[in-house]
Structure formats: structure tokens, C-alpha cells
């Protein structure tokens, strides 16, 4: 569901989140949209030489759940990304239920400038990204 929230209805505290769980059809057309065939993965006997013993999803598929959230429901429709850091604390394996979060940390009202913590849990409550985000309302 599209949230459509003002500049004005959005507080510091707010917090928005969506949830997906991760198929390797994710990862295959993330790999194809993108061009990054890493074996890491795509490629089941490559991934059990490394230390995740299997495919991993690519860090920005996961960390790309964030933009679902602030599209479309925190700050939601007619937010714009002015920037993104992520930190990749843990991977992502296919079958994980994660949970991309975002929550006000801060708004500047005279340009409509709101700072997010993002996060991304697994199912197991584990942050795997963590970061920040700075978006503006139009």
C-alpha cells in the first residue's frame, strides 16, 4: 500500500518497514537486471569452496528493500534520495525472511530534509544491513 504523508505528518520516532522473503528467482533476476553473475551468487558449487557454504543474495538486493520502504510507505510518495550508506553485517541466504526498516532520526524543516536509520533484519532478528539514509519531500 502507497502511504501519500505530507513534509508535516512525518515525526522523529516514525518508523515504516516491509518484509520478503529472498528466492533464488530473487537473486537470478537481480543478477540479470544488474550484470553481476559473482559466482558467490549464482553458482551452488563455487559458494560451497567459500565461508557461506552457499549462494548468498547480492548486498544491494538486500539493501534495496530500503528504497521499497521509502517509496512507498516512509517518507512515501514523492520522496526523493539525496543518499545511502550501508554497512553489510551479515549475508543473505536464499529462503531468509528479511525486514527492511526505516526510522525518522531527524527532519530539516526549511528544505523538507528528513535523515532515516535503515536497517535490514533477517528472520532470526539479526541486522544484516545497517545504515543511514537522507531524503527529501517533495
Do not use: C, W
Not at 125 to 137: I, S, T
Request: hydrophobic share 40%; aromatic share 8%; no cysteine.
Amino acid at each position: 500500500m502507497i502511504k501519500e504523508l505530507t513534509y508535516n505528518d512525518i515525526q522523529v520516532g516514525d518508523m515504516e518497514f516491509v518484509t520478503k522473503t529472498i528466492t533464488d528467482s530473487d537473486i537470478i533476476q537481480f543478477a540479470n537486471l544488474t550484470g553481476d553473475f559473482n559466482p558467490i551468487h549464482i553458482d551452488e558449487e563455487f559458494a560451497k569452496k567459500t565461508p557461506f557454504k552457499e549462494t548468498i543474495a547480492h548486498g544491494l538486493l538486500t539493501g534495496s528493500f530500503i528504497s521499497t520502504v521509502i517509496g512507498m510507505k516512509l517518507p512515501g510518495v514523492n520522496s526523493i534520495y539525496l543518499s545511502q550508506n550501508f554497512k553489510f553485517t551479515a549475508p543473505v541466504k536464499i529462503g531468509d525472511t528479511i525486514k527492511a526498516t526505516v526510522e525518522v532520526v531527524e527532519k530539516r524543516d526549511d528544505k523538507k530534509i528528513i535523515k532515516l536509520k535503515t536497517q535490514v533484519l533477517n528472520q532470526h532478528q539479526k541486522v544484516v544491513v545497517d545504515g543511514e539514509a537522507v531524503v527529501m519531500k517533495l
